[in-house]
Nanobody, 124 residues
Framework: QVQLVESGGGLVQAGGSLRLSCAAS??????????MGWFRQAPGKEREFVGA????????YYADSVKGRFIISRDNAKNTVYLQMNTLKPEDTAVYYC???????????????WGQGTQVTVSS
């Protein structure tokens, strides 16, 4: 089993920044996951992909809506992934989830393991 715990959400004004963290644990996590991803779900909308990073090499991939504003990084020693969110907009308001998967393609679309989510609210 893989456990994911997010932290760092909160309320911020438009133009501000927040950093989310996602700590992973589990007996087989280090050998299971190809990387970790971030998704978000706004009220009344479907969950959407935000970005992802591989454990090996730190390759990143972002949704167009956040490219240039959000940065994903990792600390392999801590099994932790970060989502640095800059120049936040009201439309970034959502519950943010981290996810883990054993294949890159599934990580970007249908990851198996999810965190509980953390609320990010951007006021105008």
């Amino acid at each position: 089993q893989v456990q994911l715990v997010e932290s760092g959400g909160g309320l911020v004004q438009a133009g501000g920044s927040l950093r989310l963290s996602c700590a992973a644990s589990g007996r087989t996590f280090s050998t299971y996951a190809v990387g970790m991803g971030w998704f978000r779900q706004a009220p009344g909308k479907e969950r959407e992909f935000v970005g992802a990073i591989t454990w090996s090499g730190g390759r990143t991939y972002y949704a167009d809506s956040v490219k240039g504003r959000f940065i994903i990084s990792r600390d392999n020693a801590k099994n932790t992934v970060y989502l640095q969110m800059n120049t936040l907009k009201p439309e970034d308001t959502a519950v943010y989830y981290c996810a883990a998967e054993s294949s890159w393609q599934l990580l970007l679309s249908r990851p198996h393991y999810w965190g509980q989510g953390t609320q990010v609210t951007v006021s105008s």
